[in-house]
C-alpha cells in the first residue's frame, strides 16, 4: 500500500511539473484554437497555489537531497580514518543547519507568494531581514554543532598535528571559540537591524568602565580562568594541594568564573579562579616520583640485630621494582628514643596517582615488616620502666 501511495504523490507532483512548463492550447485539425487545458485554467485562477506547491517541493526535495548527500559523505570520512577530525565532524554538525535554513527560506517566499497585503512589510525589508537573520543564525547554529562536535572527538583520544590532547587544553579551546562565534555573531546581528558598529563600540567603552567597577571579581575571575588555560598549572583530573586553603584533591573542572577540586572524601570545592593568581598551588601529578618516608622503632632487646636488619632494607629497597633508583634509597639509625631503636627510611616510587602510590607504598611497609620478623626482632612499644629503691620488710609485731 504504502508503495502506491508513494507512486501516487510522484503522479501528482509530475502533474504540477508539466502544468508549469507545457502550457499550450490545443487546436483542431482546421486550426481553430480551442479552450486550454484544464491545468493552464487552474494555473490562471489559482497561480499563487501552484506556486506554493512549487516552493513546498523543492524545499521537500533539497530536504532530503541534503540529508542523503552528508550521509554518504559522513559515511566517507568514516571509512577512511583518518586524522582530520574536523572534517569527519563537519556533516553531522551541518545537517541541521541546513535543512532549518532551507524551510525558513520557503516560509518567506510562501509568504510572499500568498495574496496577502504585505505592503509595509515589503516596504521596510522585514522579510529580507528575517531571511539574513535566518542564515546567520543557522550559521551560528553550525559553527557551534561543529565545534561541539569536533571537540568531543578529540576528547576521545583524536590527535592535533601528531600530538594528543588532554581534556583542559580542549575546553579551553572549546571556550575561546565559543567566545568568537557568539562576538562575531552579534556584530553580524547588528549589522542586519542597521546598528552603527561605531556606536556600539564607544557606548560598549563606557558600559565596560561601568561593568569594570560593578563585576570586578566577576571579571578577575574570568581573566584568571584564560590564564589557567594559558599557562597550565593544572589540567583537569591533576591531584593539587592549596595549602593555604587546607585543600586537597583531583580537579574536576575548570570553568568560566570556578574550578571543582573533589577532595578524597569524595567532598567538592568550587574555588574563585582568580584564587590561584596569588595562592602557591602543588601539583601532585606532575612529579617525576612520590616519597616514602617512615621511622621503624626496633626494641632495645634488638640491638645486636640493627645493623643486620638495616643492610637487609637498604638491599630490598635497592632491588624494589615501585622504587626509583635515581635517587638511592635512606636507611639510617636515626635516635634514640624513650622506648625504640629508630631507623629513619625515606625512598621515592614511581607511582604518582595517589591510588598507586598508596599500593606501593604498602607493598614497601609490609616487605619492611617481614624483614624485621625475618631477623628475630620485633617493633617497640611506647612503654615506661620505674626503678624502686630496695623496700625494707618489718615483721608484724603483735601488740599486748
Known sequence: MSYFCQKGRAIVWLATLITLVYDWPLETSEGDAVDPPIFSRLLEAYGWLVAVSV????AIALHFAIGLLLEFWGGHWERRRGKRTILRSLPLAITLPLRVLIWIMAATIVLQILPLDLGRLQESGFITKVQRLAVVVCGLMFLMRWKSAALIQYRAGAEWGGTRLDRGTIDGVGKLITLAILLFG???????????????VTLGGFGTLALGFAGKDVISNFFAGL??????????????????????GNVE??????????A????SYYLP????????????????DRRVETTLGLRYDDFEELVLIATALRAMLSSHP??????????????YGESSLDLYIRVYTYETEYDKFLSAQESLLLEMGRIVKQHGADFAFPTTRLELPPIEIVPFKKFP
Do not use: C
Request: net charge positive; charged share 15%; glycine share 6%.
Open 55 to 58: 516552493v513546498l517541493a523543492a
Open 186 to 200: 552579534l556584530l553580524l546581528i547588528l549589522r542586519i537591524f542597521g546598528v552603527d558598529l561605531m556606536a556600539v
Open 227 to 248: 590564564m589557567l588555560y594559558f599557562t597550565r598549572p593544572f589540567v583537569v583530573g591533576d591531584l593539587i594541594t592549596v595549602p593555604d586553603k587546607a585543600i586537597e
Open 264 to 267: 578524597p572524601d569524595h567532598r
Open 273 to 288: 579562579n582568580s584564587l590561584f593568581s596569588s595562592a602557591v598551588v602543588i601539583n601532585g601529578s606532575r612529579g617525576l
Open 322 to 335: 615501585a622504587v626509583n633508583q635515581s635517587t638511592a634509597p635512606i636507611v639510617r639509625f636515626n635516635k
Open 253 to 262: 573542572a575548570i570553568g568560566w568564573y570556578l574550578t571543582e577540586v573533589r
